[in-house]
């Protein structure tokens, strides 16, 4: 080769080089690809090793994509500084993961159940632990107050309690109890770390942890519902679904709904005259599968009916309600009361096949949601229109005008929230007979007041 030509493509070598971005030496080439330094005799940094792999899990990237080399770099970074080292390198990272979840809207039941939905149960496990340890430090802070439904939360998925002790080295802890090598333990925390950051910017509904200490100061967290009521509510529900007797149940559901039906018609109308000021707020619930779609169509009318909006995020199986305090309480206690309802007349149908004994369950279960939250749906109507003839006439015509306001005040609160709404499809029916059982199962299922004569009349 000639002289030239070897300029030529020396200098066209240069030049992509320079275009990608890359070293031009073999050994600037070798220094870019290196992990970062700890700066401790040229050792890789465990952190930078656990964020840039949990980064790339989060892109879309596989374990097995990663290759061996890379986990083996972790694995040698944390030997080197040991278990209790490794388990603080991993407490930071979810410490800065957690506090800009929480700060994008994500509250601690539905960031532990997205863990589990995209990765497994034992990653679930590890990311409560992680948010216990960061609940911990929070609450040890004087004056910090959480937020009730915050702290239910932290309940509910286990975190109230550190039992490893009350410091930051779980890690190591955790792995002993979940039986497995503190290695292995390490990269599975980066893969719980990767989930965690798979999840988007969402609606804050809760107010986030910077703002704890502003509002316990000023006293402004939560606000103040008929606890009474709601529990009345409750063991009337709790009654009608576990009794065997059709009447009994009528009867304590019929209590119920008429409680249900007057609380949230006298709240607006005090509401309406009085100086203190209620806004709608947004709750998310989850819907959890099988049949998670078909099952939000039954929360999305219950929702409907008693004045709240709903919003289905498909992705991450999430309902956002927005509505007043009351009425979010309401619509969450009697969608649990009719999912049981529903959910126990599916199985009693039990696996269905066709004529060619090819499994038609899955599509006999789908329709079968989808027609029993349509008959639910024309059934609460007709309810909740007997409910607001009746507040007309003993409390007089201002009903009417204080329930529009209402709804007004709740549309603009769910326009602000998500202000590119889109209306969203009705599930389609692709199995006769699982409609039929459906509407059938509607028609059993205890929801309110007069239960026959309502269902007479939506007929």
């Known amino acids: 080769m000639g002289r030239a030509n070897r300029d030529r493509r020396a200098a066209k070598k240069r030049r992509d080089e320079s275009r990608r971005g890359e070293p031009r030496s073999r050994a600037g080439a070798e220094q870019h690809r290196q992990p970062r330094s700890d700066g401790g005799g040229g050792r890789p940094d465990l952190r930078y090793l656990m964020v ?27 030997g080197a500084i040991g278990p209790v080292g490794a388990s603080l390198v991993a407490d930071g990272l979810f410490s800065d993961c957690m506090d800009g979840l929480w700060e ?63 410091g930051r080295d779980w890690l ?48 402004r967290f939560d606000i103040s ?22 009447h009994e149940a009528d009867a304590l559901t019929a209590k119920a709904q008429e409680l249900i039906a007057r609380h949230s018609i006298e709240e607006a109308m005090a509401r309406s005259s009085s100086a203190q000021r209620i806004t709608p707020v947004g709750r998310r619930l ?19 009916a008693n004045g709240v909006r709903a919003v289905w995020d498909e ?22 009361s009719l999912l049981m309802q529903a959910s126990r007349s599916v199985l009693e149908a039990g696996k269905v096949t066709d004529p060619r004994g090819r499994s038609r369950t899955r599509s006999f279960r789908q329709s079968f949601y989808v027609a029993f939250s349509g008959r639910i749906h024309e059934r609460l109507e007709v309810a909740s229109r007997q409910a607001t003839a009746d507040a007309e006439l003993e409390l007089g015509s201002e009903v009417l005008p204080v329930l529009a306001s209402r709804r ?36 059993l299922a205890t929801l309110g007041r007069e239960q026959r004569r309502l269902a007479g009349m939506a007929g």
Do not use: C
Request: charged share 25%.
């Open 52 to 78: 840039a792999s949990a980064t790339m899990l989060a892109r879309g990237a596989t374990r097995e994509s990663l290759g061996e080399d890379v986990e083996e770099l972790i694995r040698d970074a944390a």
């Open 104 to 166: 994008a809207g994500w509250q601690p039941g539905e960031t532990v159940r997205s863990v589990r939905r995209l990765r497994s149960p034992s990653h679930a496990d590890l990311a409560v632990t992680a948010v216990a340890a960061w609940h911990g430090r929070q609450v040890d802070q004087e004056g910090i107050v959480a937020p009730s439904e915050w702290s239910r939360q932290i309940d509910e998925i286990g975190a109230a309690e550190r039992w490893w002790g009350a």
């Open 172 to 219: 190591g802890p955790w792995a002993i109890r979940a039986r497995i090598p503190w290695p292995d333990a390490l990269i599975l925390a980066i893969e719980t770390a990767s989930a965690m950051m798979r999840l988007p910017v969402t609606e804050v509904l809760i107010p986030p942890p910077s703002q704890w200490k502003e509002l316990s100061r000023l006293g």
């Open 408 to 443: 007004e005040e709740v549309d603009d609160a769910t326009e602000r929230m998500f202000p590119n709404l889109r209306k969203a499809r009705g599930m389609s029916v692709t199995n006769e007979a699982g409609w039929r059982a459906g509407r059938v199962a509607a028609e």
């Open 286 to 304: 989850a819907v959890d599968d099988p049949y998670a779609a078909a099952k939000s169509g039954l929360l999305a009318v219950v929702a409907s």
């Open 225 to 246: 519902v008929d606890g009474a009521v709601l529990a009345k509510v409750r063991a009337l529900l709790a009654k009608a679904e576990s009794t065997d007797f059709e």
């Open 315 to 336: 992705r991450f199986a999430l309902m956002t309600l927005v509505g007043f305090p009351s009425d979010l309480d309401v619509v969450e206690m009697l969608f649990t």
